[in-house]
Structure formats: C-alpha cells, structure tokens
C-alpha cells in the first residue's frame, strides 16, 4: 500500500466506473429518503380490475396479484430496505473495528479469547442466524439486522486487523512509543488514519452484502408484516405467479442488483492501491 | 465480483487489505483437529445464550393467558428452566452430545427427531450441489487454465464473473421460470427422499442444487485457474515435461496437486454457505428441510427447536470446514512438509 494512495484514497472517485456508481447510490438514498412521496400511485392501494396487468403508462413496471402498481411499491420499499441495511454494517462497524485493534494492542489473552470468538461467529450462517434470533427475539426487522450485523463483525474485525498489523512494529509507532505517548493516543494518531480506508472499503461492499441479506430475509417473511413492501417482499409474492407473470421477479431482482454493483464498484473506487 | 454474503472474509480481507503479512502456515494435524473443539464450545455457548436473552417466558406462551403462576412454575420446573444458567448450559451442552436436544415447547416432540427428519433432505441437496460445482467448476477451472488467453479461458472468466454477482435467490428463479415454467421439463417444487426414488428424487434435486452450486462453481473455476497458471509456468512443470511425462500425468499428478489448495479453501467455506443459501433455495423450491423447521420454530417462539437447529447447521458447518483442512493436509505438498 502505497503512502499516498492511502493517505488520498478517495482520487479515483473521478473514474467513470465510480461516477456511475456514486449516481447510482444518490438515487437510491434520495428513494430511500423520500420514496414513499414521489411514488405515482399508494403503494397499499388494491385493485382487483387491475391485477396482474403487464407494464403500461400508467403502470411502468404492470400491477401484482392483488392490482397494486409494483413501480410505486419498489420506490416505497427502498427505505425499509436500506435503512435496514445500513443498521447491520453499523452493528458490524461498532462490534469488529475497536475489538480488531483490541487484539492488537491488549496482549495475548485477549488476543486468544478475541480470535476464537471470531471463529465461532464466523460458523454461523448468516441467514439461519438470523431466523433464529428474531424466533428469541421477536420478529422485527431491527432484531433481524442486528444479527447479521453481529456476524458482520469478524469481517471487519479481520479488515482492521490485518490493516494495524503491520503497524504494531512500525518504526514510527515504536518511536512514539519510546517517547511515551500513550496507547490511546498512538491508536488515535498514528494507526486510526491508516486503517479508516481499508475499513472504508469493507464498509461499502459489507453494505451490498447486507441488501442482500435484507433481501433474502423480507424474501422469507421476515422482519416485515405484509402489506409493507420492501424489495424481497416484492420478489416474494411474484414468485406465485410465475405462471401468468415470468418476467415480474426481473424487476425487484434488477433494483437489488445494480444498488449491491454500485456498492461494489464504489469499494473498488475508494480501496487504497489501486482498484484490482 | 462475488456478492459478499457469498464470498469467504478471508477472501474480503484479502482483496480489501493488500497482503501485509505472509499466509498462514498450514495447521498442523493437532491444531486441525483441536480449534475446532474450542470455536464448538464457544459456539455452543452463542446459540444457548441466545435463548438465555428471550424476554418472553416459554412457558407462559404455551400455557396462555389463563395459566396461573403453579402451572407456569411447574412447567418451568418440568423444561428445567428453574436451574442457574450455567448448570442449564452445562445440561444442554452434554444432553446434545448425547444426541439429546430437548422437547418442543409446543408438540414436545424431541427436536432430534425433528431435525433429523429434515436433514437428509438439505444434506443431499447440498451434496449434489458441491458435487456439481467441483465437476462444473473443476472442468471450467482447468480448462481455462489449459488454454490461457484464449476464447474458452475468457469466457470461462466472463461467466464466473458475472455469476458471482447474482444473488442465489435469482438464480433460483431463474431456474424455475426455465425449466419449469417455459420448458416444462422439470417440477417447480416439492420433493422425494433419495432412498424412495432415486430418479424422481433427482428430477426435484436437481434445479434447486444447480441453484446452490454456481456461485461455488464460479469460485472455484476462478480459483483454480488462477493457481493452474501460476503452477503451470513453474520450472518443476517444464521440468517433467522434458522427462517425458505425459501431459495428463504432469496436470493431475503434479501442478494439480500444488494448484488445488485455493479451490479446496473455496469449497470448506462454500458448505456453510450452501447451507446458509439452502435457506432461501427451500423457499423457493418448497423444499421440507432444516430452514422450514427453523423459520417454523421462529414464528412459534420455540427455543429448543431454535437452538437445536442452530446447534446442528454449525456442527455440521465445523465439520466440513475440519474436513477440508485435514484434506488439504493431505493433498497438497506444503501441507505434508
């Protein structure tokens, strides 16, 4: 990793890949925010006369089983379905990055104790996990995303982690540690800089990985009670009508898509080094 | 490009933190055999402390509203849910080397019986599905590799690319609106035992473990034929092959061999993920496997099954990860030094 790089590692930010992708991503937090507002029709309204309709003017991406304008529901869904998303990389961020560099600095017990947790989190499933937290905790969509946000942490306990080794026996930080600076404060000055863009990276992948995740679970019937949509809910109740409608699942299947590439394509524009 | 919640950490770390330190020294035999008694302990210890954290008591759930506070003491007294947390664990944790999980707080059927009933449907779908992906992206992987540079290698590249961002429950529509749907050929869902009726058996299986494979598929095709490369221009290679060895001799006996290590990791952590996905997969293909009875048991509040169930896809998770490491012990070179 290259010190210059790293110390200005959003640059690339002006490649055409990550132009479209940052584009991309403006337009999903603007639905996220405001998606419910500027959706054409109420996302709840049935119309049995309407049901099962192919796209029209009216309708650009045709009507579900019970006549509701998927359009409308798609752009309604977008913020359960982030917001969700970004509670787990939060969860993850807060559980993995402060213990990665714990087992660091704090010696070898915890070192030992941190790495075998890490372990055994990692042979958890993400999806099974979660199903069986909210079967303890309630079925909500929080208590789901807070699973998995747990199981993200080995991810960026790992990130941080393999990012501060190398540190530890950097000649700086044990200059600073012979002048007597303090663990918090070699921590806070020379080690936080260089791990924030490596954690930055995992941050936006772990958050497409976490779309997906929302998906796959509001997909099963969980974390969201019907009729409030979210883009694996949408996916969800198509797949019943495959029959009449074999096209319909290409359209909540194609939002969750491009929103998990734009992350990917926006973590390879701000890794430090070079987008491989 | 593989979506993350398909893709190993240690495969993210590795591609997020550029290599600053050198790879792990392959375990020895003790250390494959013992971590994963430790990580079991403390594994064991997340999935009954998860029940621990419940708010709602079970036994008032079952009973109802109309229990009085006997009925409720008694029946904690009966799940021994009046002991100190640590003796229940204790308990829990022997009882399920037993093969013991516990009762049902609802039918009080044994959940071993519950999930043992379900197992061998996810087992042998998962099993079919590693098998397709180690036939599929073991030929892809080689090929590729044989002809670098060439037409089939960038194909085979493409591909891989491509299926490593699609997430599995697409591929399984996918699948279904093909095959099913426009085709005809194959039945959208449901399924026979194996030991029923093999071929029909195989006509259920089939989508669902294609569904399950490809991503694993594509990983190893693109493991494979990143490490066939590089073992290929190696001078031992050259080397046999001015001895006059057989080209197929020199592929399987000697730079497979050192070239299998990559895939071999990508298929120990591609069983918890096949186990993982098979989630979503017996959704969509109406499967009877562990996922149902997990996402039933969610929606009753039923911790023994919970547990149970949890308990069962890790040990099995350990098992196969433990697998792999004493087969890459065994196989590769550098493992048997």
């Known amino acids: 990793m290259s010190t210059l790089t790293a110390a200005r590692p959003f640059t690339k930010l002006r490649l055409p890949s990550a132009r479209v992708a940052v584009a991309v991503l403006a337009v999903v937090a603007f639905l996220a925010v405001a998606g419910g507002a500027v959706a054409p029709h109420d996302p709840l309204l049935q119309d049995p006369d309407l049901a099962l309709r192919g796209p029209s003017l009216a309708h650009p991406f045709g009507t579900d089983y019970l006549g509701r304008d998927v359009f409308s529901r798609l752009l309604a869904g977008t ?198 | 490009m593989t979506t993350l919640l398909s893709r190993p950490p240690e495969a993210i770390s590795k591609s997020a933190a550029p290599a600053e330190r050198p790879p792990r020294k392959p375990r020895g035999w003790i250390g494959t055999v013992a971590t994963p008694v430790v990580v079991f302990v403390f594994s064991s210890m997340l999935t009954f402390g998860l029940g621990a954290l419940s708010p709602s008591n079970p036994a008032a759930a079952v009973l109802g509203e109309t229990a009085t506070p006997a009925d409720i003491a008694r029946m904690n007294h009966e799940f021994g849910l009046d002991r100190p947390l640590p003796v229940q664990y204790l308990d829990w944790l022997f009882s399920a080397l037993q093969g013991d999980l516990g009762r049902s707080y609802f039918t009080t059927i044994p959940v071993a019986d519950s999930i043992f009933a379900a197992l061998p449907v996810d087992l042998a779908i998962a099993g079919l599905a590693i098998l397709l992906a180690v036939l599929i992206g073991g030929a892809a992987g080689i090929a590729a590799a044989l002809r670098q540079g060439g037409r089939l290698d960038r194909a085979v590249t493409a591909v891989a690319a491509a299926l490593g961002t699609l997430p599995p429950f697409v591929v399984g529509i996918g699948l279904i609106v093909v095959f099913s749907v426009l085709l005809k050929a194959l039945p959208a869902g449901g399924y026979v035992a194996l030991d029923q009726d093999p071929v029909q058996w195989l006509r259920f299986a089939i989508l669902p473990s294609l569904a399950l494979s490809l991503d694993i598929a594509a990983s190893i095709a693109r493991q494979l034929r990143t490490s066939l490369v590089g073992q290929l221009g190696e001078n031992y290679v050259t080397g046999a092959v001015v001895r006059g060895l057989g080209a197929r001799r020199v592929l399987f006996r000697h730079a497979l061999r050192n070239a299998i290590g990559p895939a071999l990791t990508v298929l120990g952590i591609g069983v918890p993920m096949v186990l993982g996905g098979a989630v979503v997969t017996e959704k969509i293909f109406n499967l009877p496997g562990l996922a149902q009875l997990a996402l039933q048991a969610s929606g009753q509040h039923d911790i023994p099954l919970i547990q149970g169930t949890l308990l069962v896809t890790v040990t099995v998770v350990l098992g196969c990860n433990t697998l792999v490491n004493l087969a890459l012990l065994r196989l590769t070179p550098q493992g048997r030094r």
């Not at chain 1, 501060?164 to 806070?188: C, M």
């Not at chain 1, 409608?245 to 290409?250: D, F, G, L, N």
């Open chain 1, 79 to 276: 913020g359960t379905t982030v917001l969700a998303a970004l509670e787990s990389v939060g969860v993850g961020l807060a559980l993995g990055v402060l213990p990665g560099l714990a087992s660091l600095w704090l010696g070898r017990a915890v070192e030992w104790v941190l790495l075998r947790a890490v372990d055994a989190v990692m042979t958890l499933p993400f999806i099974v996990f979660a199903i069986a937290v909210t079967g303890v905790l309630g079925n909500g969509l929080t208590q789901a995303m807070v699973a998995i946000g747990v199981l993200f942490a080995p991810l960026f306990f790992r990130v941080t982690r393999a990012a501060g080794l190398s540190l530890t026996r950097a000649q700086y930080v044990e200059a600073a540690e012979l002048f007597g600076a303090s663990r918090w404060r070699i921590l806070r000055t020379h080690v936080w800089g260089k791990v924030v863009p490596t954690v930055a990276v995992t941050a936006a992948q772990a958050t497409g990985g976490a779309l997906l995740a929302v998906s796959s679970l509001t997909f099963l019937g969980i974390g969201v009670q019907p009729p409030a949509p979210t883009w694996g809910g949408i996916l969800a109740s198509d797949l019943g009508f495959l029959a009449q409608q074999p096209w319909a699942p290409v359209i909540p299947a194609a939002f969750i898509m491009v929103a998990v590439a734009a992350l990917n394509a926006l973590a390879d524009a701000i890794r430090p080094g070079g987008a491989r």
